[in-house]
């Protein structure tokens, strides 16, 4: 037998595969060449148990997806009569709840993270018509067991034991509507939210989609702190959907493979405090000073880009579904102990003078392990100069969900 085999892998079942921060259709075959002695540690971020059994050649051709997706990719091999053999058999552990499932983020969001392989239980939540969701994603043939829960006497239910909550829940933005305009209704339902977190699954990874962001996730904080539950490296504001609107936006001016993309967002989740860094995309590209003008300001009217082209029938649903799934994949990985999981995220942050900030971080099992401050060096002078344009009216949102929180506390 060689020293070295080939093997492709055909995975056709899943709706992506988080590879580097990023994802991509599954509808393809990926190659690789290893050497029989070593072990295979990495094979674009699928993972495998140690049980895995593999051939010279070998292909997953739309089988179960239990048996097509790992977030990342580990094994050992042993050599039998020169052949190798390996089988995957992924562990389904984690449970997933979903607060505010029937609405317009919460059904594509569902059926996105429904198709993880390290979901065992997928619990949701809302307010009304979540049975149907519920029995509708139930028919999916994905590992997860769905169950619905419906109204405020069933959400301790729906919480215990949950390693990841993701809140979606709310009113969503309309022509004319700021995400300022959305705190009076918004704010009550992450805090009420929150606070049955914090009572039946104080150790669960929180991840707020909320809007507007920059106010809910300083609210979340501040419910976690009254409950003296507040851990800050597990509360997040998804703000993935601004890296990949920037990763989209750039390839397509750019005429750039969109999976080598990766712009650095950073700031806030609203207007001019979404600081796309251009200066710092990979793979390294020049921009004139116009470029750099039409792309910052797209990316921070993308979502009234949407809801204006929606015409009053709704928001960014779809988009900010698949990369709320994307974040939540990411912080699934990290729990299932991938040592090198970074994705983006608005957190308690000290990069800046500011208590909350968007940026780059490490998950771990623990959740956030490490802020990378790196993009925050050698910026140019167009992107200091938006930096501290964006502080006043990022602290001014921070602030005033902290007021918020800290008058309900003293109602009560």
């Known amino acids: 037998m060689a020293s070295a085999s080939a093997v492709t892998f055909t995975v056709g079942t899943a709706p992506y595969l988080a590879y580097r921060g990023s994802s991509f259709p599954q509808s393809k075959s990926f190659g690789v060449r290893f050497n029989s002695q070593n072990h295979l540690k990495s094979f674009c971020g699928l993972k495998a148990t140690s049980s895995v059994r593999c051939e010279s050649e070998l292909s997953f051709s739309g089988k179960e997806m239990s048996a097509a997706l790992r977030a990342s990719f580990a094994s050992k091999a042993q050599n039998e009569n020169q052949n190798i053999q390996y089988h995957l058999q992924p562990q389904a552990s984690f449970k997933v709840a979903v607060l505010g499932a029937a609405g317009g983020i919460g059904q594509p969001l569902s059926l ?11 619990h949701l939540y809302d307010i009304a018509n979540v049975k149907g969701v519920a029995a509708d994603l139930s028919h999916c043939n994905t590992p997860s067991q769905v169950k619905d829960f419906t109204g405020a006497s069933e959400l301790a239910n729906c919480l215990k034991g ?4 993701v809140i979606p829940a709310g009113v969503p933005r309309k022509p004319g509507m700021t ?5 009076n209704i918004n704010a009550g339902i992450v805090r009420d939210l929150v606070t049955a977190v914090a009572d039946n699954c ?3 990874f929180i991840h707020i989609i909320s809007n507007p962001v920059n106010s809910t996730v300083p609210i979340a904080a501040e419910v976690l702190k009254q409950k003296g539950v507040y ?15 920037a990763n989209t936006f750039v390839a397509q001016k750019k005429n750039l493979k969109l999976i080598d993309v990766d712009v650095p967002v950073v700031g806030g989740h609203a207007g001019i405090t979404i600081l796309p860094l251009l200066s ?10 116009e470029e750099i003008e039409q792309l910052t300001v797209r990316i921070q009217n993308a979502g009234t880009e949407v809801v204006e082209a ?12 698949y990369a709320a799934a994307r974040f939540v994949e990411s912080s699934l990985r990290a729990l299932d102990g991938d040592g090198d999981v970074y994705e983006s995220a608005f957190v308690q942050s000290n990069l800046t003078d500011l208590p909350f900030f968007a940026s780059r971080v490490k998950l771990g099992r623990n959740g956030v392990e490490t802020l990378i401050p790196s993009d925050l060096q050698g910026l140019t002078e167009y992107e200091q100069k938006a ?26």
């Open 112 to 122: 996105l993270i429904k198709m993880s392989p390290l979901i065992s239980d997928l």
């Open 162 to 165: 949950v390693n990841v909550v």
């Open 179 to 183: 995400r300022d305009d959305l705190f």
């Open 202 to 204: 104080p150790g669960a």
């Open 231 to 245: 851990d800050p490296s597990k509360l997040f504001g998804v703000t993935t959907l601004d890296v990949v609107r």
């Open 280 to 289: 710092k995309t990979r793979p390294s590209v020049s921009f004139s000073d």
């Open 310 to 321: 929606k015409a009053g029938a709704g928001s960014a649903t779809l988009s900010m579904a």
């Open 387 to 412: 930096l501290e344009a964006l502080k006043p009216e990022l602290k001014a949102s921070i602030e005033k969900g902290i007021a918020f929180a800290q008058k309900q506390a003293i109602a009560a």
